[in-house]
Nanobody, 123 residues
Framework: QVQLVESGGGVVQAGDSLRLSCTASGLTFSTYVMGWFRQAPEKEREFVASISQRGLRTFYGDGVKGRVAISRANADNTLYLRMNSLKPEDTGVYYC????????????????WGQGTQVTVSP
């Protein structure tokens, strides 16, 4: 079955950097658009970033533009999210997701989801 496993979360201070990883199995990774979403307590799931199948196109949510970079290594079935200048409002559970077709940041376009990794940014 399809598995997406996130890693790299943790507790950091404001201004720090973090790199999240997502390892995929059970699907042909290179045929999927991959995305990162996050969810803070009592808030809706928010689009963070997405990357096309070959990595040629990337899209970012307004809340993180200029501070994060999404990338992928198809040979290793791995998705990355590099986050810089972290702020307390970046705190939340970060999920990776896979979609055969994704034209927006709507989470309903994504078929598969990981369990998430917690990121906590202290002031």
């Amino acid at each position: 079955q399809v598995q997406l496993v996130e890693s790299g979360g943790g507790v950091v201070q404001a201004g720090d950097s973090l790199r999240l990883s997502c390892t995929a199995s059970g699907l042909t990774f290179s045929t999927y658009v991959m995305g990162w979403f996050r969810q803070a307590p009592e808030k809706e799931r928010e689009f963070v970033a997405s990357i096309s199948q070959r990595g040629l196109r990337t899209f970012y949510g307004d809340g993180v533009k200029g501070r994060v970079a999404i990338s992928r290594a198809n040979a290793d079935n791995t998705l990355y999210l590099r986050m810089n200048s972290l702020k307390p409002e970046d705190t939340g559970v970060y999920y990776c997701a896979a979609a055969l077709v994704a034209t927006s940041g709507d989470p309903r376009e994504y078929e598969y989801w990981g369990q998430g990794t917690q990121v906590t940014v202290s002031p």
